[in-house]
């Protein structure tokens, strides 16, 4: 019993061993545990900055299917990516 009177009476509470035992067991050996958590708000924010990145390029192919509906713009982008040319017209191609 000399043993048990060198305990201070704080860890004789056998509520606030409980209290720590399952906060231990949840940080640490919990499915859902502090690690998985962790790991799980920073997929979330990759996610989130993917998203964001989509989005921008989302809009940015809306207007440049907007802008494929005018025969200018249509005719601008087929000479410049595709090197077409009207008949008649000789391309020079200068690097």
């Known amino acids: 019993m000399g043993f048990l009177n060198n305990i201070p009476p704080v860890f004789k509470n056998k509520y606030l061993i409980t209290g720590m035992f ?9 499915h859902y545990n502090f690690f998985f958590h ?3 708000v920073q997929q979330k924010k990759e996610l989130k900055n993917e998203l964001s990145r989509l989005k ?11 802008n494929m509906n005018n025969d200018e713009f249509m ?4 000479r410049e990516h595709y090197l077409m040319k009207k008949k ?5 191609m200068l690097d």
């Open 22 to 30: 399952f906060l231990i067991w949840i940080i640490f050996f919990d």
């Open 38 to 40: 962790a790991e799980l």
């Open 56 to 66: 921008k390029e989302t809009k940015k192919n809306k207007i440049f299917l907007r």
């Open 75 to 78: 005719e601008k982008y087929a």
């Open 88 to 92: 008649g017209e000789d391309i020079f």
